[in-house]
């Protein structure tokens, strides 16, 4: 009895598996978030919402713009070098999806500085070297920081905090945001929980396939 109660158990798990990967990933718009993530410009886009061009500077000086993102399934997330409490689990989390599609060029990772006055190429570099990011998979960036921070605000949707992008303006997320090929966001994760990330890596191969 208890063998075929395993038994039964065993398939509805295979069966909800099988069930949760046909299942389409939703498209996520500024509606289809906390408004309080949302600048309030956007409360009311409930379609065609992508990703905004950007340029950033990566850990080898290189300017990185959507180009280098397209035809790609991408996480992206915001960083500081400094930070001593989420962002090393979240830069550890990102190696482990950099590690599961080590050798698909279909996946790729960006990581935005918000402090990228301090986190300067050489410092980015050497952060990269620490975590053991490999270049052509995973950009560590720089940039404007006003540019950095609407791209938080107003296309990734990462952080609840209003600012400017001045001087006196912080973000700190946890949150992943996975992007598909036509630049839609298809998910908002905790970077710093195990589940998510597994969760992660099964979305993405859904949208793979």
Not at 195 to 202: A, F, H, L, N, R
């Amino acid at each position: 009895m208890l063998l075929r109660l395993f038994y039964l158990l065993a398939l509805v798990l295979i069966i909800s598996c099988k069930q949760r990967q046909d299942t389409p990933l939703p498209i996520y718009n500024p509606v289809n978030f906390n408004p309080d993530l949302v600048d309030k410009s956007l409360h009311d886009v409930n379609q065609n919402h992508i990703v905004k061009d950007f340029e950033l500077i990566n850990q080898n000086g290189e300017i990185i713009t959507q180009d280098n993102y397209k035809d790609k399934i991408y996480i992206a997330d915001f960083f500081f070098t400094r930070c001593g409490t989420i962002c090393p689990i979240m830069t550890s989390n990102m190696a482990k999806i950099q590690e599961a599609f080590l050798y698909d060029d279909d996946v790729m990772l960006l990581s935005l500085s918000v402090t990228p006055e301090i986190d300067s190429i050489p410092i980015l570099r050497e952060y990269a070297n620490n975590k053991g990011v490999l270049d052509s998979k995973w950009h560590i960036t720089t940039g404007n920081k006003k540019h950095i921070y609407e791209l938080a605000r107003k296309s990734y949707f990462a952080v609840v905090e209003q600012g400017d992008g001045g001087l006196q303006d912080f973000i700190h997320t946890p949150n992943f945001i996975l992007i598909d090929k036509q630049k839609q966001i298809r998910g908002i994760y905790d970077g710093t929980n195990d589940d998510d990330i597994k969760q992660i890596i099964v979305d993405i191969n859904i949208l793979k396939n």
